[in-house]
């Protein structure tokens, strides 16, 4: 079974015609969708690009594997994989196949991709690299002009200076953008594989829709801001939320840019997406043109979402709302039924997938379950609730999440946690976790989040034993047992030790 593995970068899911939106065109995509499963709940591990791509990469959550940040603005984290890492690039390679990436890796520092055994040009960083020596090869061979842009838009930050870059003009036609020469090596790659024979792994992981938002006027201007309706959460006050979240709005500069700013930055967006569902469809066309089509699995996926205006934010940060944590899923397996399924199901699971299909042992893939039984509409039972973490990005800031069929539950160790009725309130307005009427909830989803917590093995737990209604405690907390030579503490016998120097 030949793998295809297409990949975006801070894409909504609501960009996408498969899965509701009436405007965007995304011919490509939804003929896959419409072929293959779609999953309406599929999520990231974790909202940030380095982390999210080390889970794919290795079938572990982030607490496990250690790569909590994006080097470029790392705050003490690793910035690679420990060397002993299983990844399942390595398994593949065991079963004779052969591993392409073209496009972003984002994955360390001092090793890339080529380290983990993938051909393919070395691209790194977080943003197209538009002075890569291959890509300015590329240009020149076909006499094409090089990256220029124009007309930046820009919010003013707190301190006064320009903010971050969210869009501008890109003076290039489409055939010499980096979508289109990532596509373009993705299909050469193909024709070296096809002409092979042997089983083979090729990703192709597109830097967009990552802002800013570079583009040629024809996808710039393709969507008329009148078509967009701004997220329902720009009404967001941040009352009741984590204080953390009216900083990130001002550091993204938010309320200083005009609400048709806001407006057009969509419509640009959803131009993005046009674009790069173009170059999908390339690669997509010339594998069937290869005669691969019938053996070929093929996913698509991203590794997290974007605010794009949402709850007064752009980009991605410390607050765990549907709008970065749901992302498109998509995976095709020949013979499998077109269908639609509503599992919790996570980016991580696409590891064990993709080492079912490969022939692969699974179990080094510990936080990973394959969707094969689900692709092939079978009801194999899956976990009612899903977790996610997060461990900083400009700072350190750890979150751990737990969402079930309803609820979300938000544990912020340094302020307010948060509770979110899904249902009534899909866009995550306000937050019920002091609500009266809402402590059966709250008191279900925390003694949850805490089992499986302590089952995974992330020590995230010690916080919410001392912190929160978890129930009776079936060890010490302070670790400090060992001080009364007892090792089979229990309540009753830690107060029995009460004014004896005991802790």
Not at 305 to 331: N, S, W
Not at 400 to 423: F, G, H, Q, T
Request: some cysteine.
């Amino acid at each position: 079974m030949n793998l295809l593995f297409l990949m975006t970068d801070q894409h909504r899911v609501d960009t996408l015609g498969c899965y509701g939106n009436p405007h965007v065109a995304t011919p490509n995509l939804d003929r896959l969708a419409a072929t293959g499963t779609r999953f309406d709940r599929f999520y990231t591990p974790t909202a940030i690009c380095t982390p999210a791509r080390a889970s794919l990469l290795t079938g572990q959550a982030p607490f496990r594997h250690r790569l909590l940040a994006n080097y470029e603005r790392n705050v003490g984290y690793l910035e690679d994989l420990r060397e002993d890492a299983f990844t399942f690039p390595a398994a593949l390679a065991e079963r004779d196949y052969r591993l392409g990436l073209i496009g972003k890796w984002h994955g360390g520092t001092h090793r890339n991709a080529a380290s983990y055994g993938f051909e393919g040009p070395d691209l790194p960083g977080w943003h197209n690299p538009v002075d890569h020596p291959d890509y300015l090869a590329y240009l020149e061979e076909r006499g094409l002009p090089p990256y220029r842009i124009s007309d930046p838009v820009r919010g003013t930050a707190p301190g006064g200076n320009p903010g971050n870059l969210l869009a501008a003009r890109l003076h290039q036609p489409v055939e010499a953008t980096f979508e289109y020469y990532l596509a373009t090596r993705a299909i050469e790659q193909l024709e070296e594989y096809a002409a092979g024979g042997r089983p083979f792994f090729l990703a192709t992981h597109f830097f967009g829709p990552h802002l800013p938002y570079l583009l040629p006027d024809a996808y710039y201007d393709l969507y008329d801001p009148a078509l967009v309706e701004l997220p329902p959460s720009v009404a967001e006050t941040f009352e009741g939320k984590p204080p953390v979240q009216r900083n990130y709005s001002a550091h993204w500069a938010f309320d200083t840019i005009p609400i048709e700013t806001s407006r057009k930055l969509i419509a640009v967006y959803w131009g993005y997406v046009t674009l790069i569902d173009e170059q999908i469809g390339r690669i997509l066309t010339r594998l069937d043109e290869l005669g691969l089509g019938e053996d070929t699995s093929v996913f698509f996926t991203a590794d997290h979402g974007e605010f794009t205006g949402a709850h007064r934010l752009h980009d991605k940060g410390p607050a765990m709302y549907e709008d970065i944590y749901r992302i498109p899923g998509i995976v095709r397996i020949p013979g499998a039924p077109p269908q639609v399924r509503d599992e919790l199901v996570s980016l991580t699971d696409c590891t064990a997938t993709l080492l079912e299909l490969a022939g692969c042992d699974t179990s080094p893939a510990v936080d990973s379950r394959s969707l094969v039984p689900l692709v092939r509409g079978e009801e194999p039972g899956w976990p009612g609730e899903l977790v996610a973490e997060f461990h900083g990005h400009h700072f350190p800031y750890p979150q751990r999440m737990i969402r079930d069929d309803r609820y979300k539950l938000v544990v912020n160790p340094e302020s307010v946690n948060e509770l979110y009725d899904l249902e009534a309130d899909p866009h995550e307005l306000g937050n019920r976790y002091t609500h009266p009427e809402f402590a059966p909830v709250r008191t279900r989803l925390t003694r949850r989040l805490y089992e499986l917590l302590r089952e995974r093995g992330d020590n995230f737990y010690h916080w919410m034993t001392s912190m929160y209604d978890i129930g009776a405690s079936d060890y010490d907390p302070s670790l400090s047992a060992f001080e009364t030579g007892d090792t089979t503490w229990t309540p009753d016998a830690d107060a029995a030790g009460a004014g004896t120097g005991a802790p």
